[in-house]
């Protein structure tokens, strides 16, 4: 088992310009969740996604912001225009069943953005 | 509105001794919690759970409390060793994460 995979480790960028973050998650696992870490605010859901259908975005911060899975073994974080603010490290999770299901989480590596 | 709160986002123990983490929650409809260890670089990894239905859960050296009542829960870790070091996270009914406290444990 290869875990839960993100790309890329790193991503540097200039402010105003697109940024797509993408995620691999654990095959069978039927939830997926996009978290940004911040020092004020921890780990902060996104949005989650159950059997590969958006079920909670509320956490996701703009319309700048945008998530998508197009099938069940592929996930993409999209931020158009980024901003300096956006800097954050942006993890990737799956889990075997939905949420609240008392299922743990399985954490990708995480993408470090900066936005200059 | 953070729902998990840990209010310590640092902690210093010698080796040996015990780590006391603790995390508050606001939302009594939590009924499960999870906590969550990350070193720097990886992402965070499952440690230990509880059900609300119990006040206590040991595994190994870890041991978590829950106190329904104050909406408190701990992480007991003993004795700490020096591998222990990192970013503990506590977590409630799956997803909704704590700020992290940073353990260090001094050889």
């Known amino acids: 088992d290869a875990g839960v995979i993100q790309s890329p480790r790193h991503e540097v960028t200039e402010m105003g310009q697109e940024v797509t973050l993408r995620c691999k998650p654990i095959?069978?696992?039927?939830?997926l969740f996009w978290y940004r870490q911040t020092m004020m605010r921890g780990l902060e859901l996104l949005i989650y996604f159950n059997n590969n259908v958006p079920i909670d975005d509320s956490g996701m911060p703009e319309d700048r912001f945008s998530a998508k899975m197009p099938n069940a073994s592929f996930s993409t974080l999209k931020i158009q225009p980024s901003e300096p603010r956006d800097s954050a490290v942006y993890f990737c999770?799956?889990?075997?069943?939905?949420?609240?299901?008392?299922?743990?989480?399985?954490f990708g590596n995480g993408t470090r953005l900066t936005v200059t | 509105d953070q729902q998990v709160k840990q209010n310590s986002p640092s902690l210093s123990v010698q080796e040996g001794r015990i780590s006391i983490l603790n995390c508050d929650y606001t939302n009594s409809m939590f009924d499960y919690f999870l906590w969550y260890k990350k070193y720097p670089a990886e992402g965070p990894t499952f440690l230990i759970s509880?059900?609300?239905?119990?006040d206590k859960n040991e595994d190994g050296r870890f041991t978590v409390f829950l106190n329904k009542s104050a909406k408190h829960l701990s992480l007991h870790i003993v004795p700490s060793q020096p591998g222990d070091s990192a970013v503990y996270f506590c977590a409630a009914s799956g997803d909704y994460f704590g700020t992290g406290t940073s353990l260090t444990v001094i050889p």
């Open positions: 095959s069978g696992h039927n939830s």
């Open positions: 509880i059900s609300s239905i119990k």
């Open positions: 999770a799956s889990s075997l069943y939905g949420r609240g299901e008392r299922s743990p989480l399985h």
